[in-house]
């Protein structure tokens, strides 16, 4: 079905404290561009709350990818 992700792909991190689900996907190696995504879940469904991004793999931003520009949700 066109839209509906079956599997996520990159390195989960779980806050029980908040019941929130990150999702670090690294574009290569040093980590320094990809995506990372925060889900919260409704009942068992994941719902994408924060995505943010950086396409520019410049050597830079690896350390702190919470930092990375952050993407509209509609």
């Not at 992700?5 to 990159?10: L, N, R, S």
Request: positive net charge; charged residues 30%.
């Amino acid at each position: 079905m066109p839209g509906k992700a079956t599997e996520i792909e990159g390195l989960p991190a779980f806050d029980a404290k908040t019941g929130t689900l990150t999702v670090l996907d690294k574009f290569r190696g040093p980590g320094d561009c990809g995506t990372l995504a925060a889900y919260r879940f409704d009942g068992s469904r994941p719902r994408l709350v924060a995505l943010r991004a950086k396409a520019a793999c410049d050597g830079q931003g690896a350390e702190t990818p919470e930092r990375w520009p952050e993407v509209p949700l509609r």
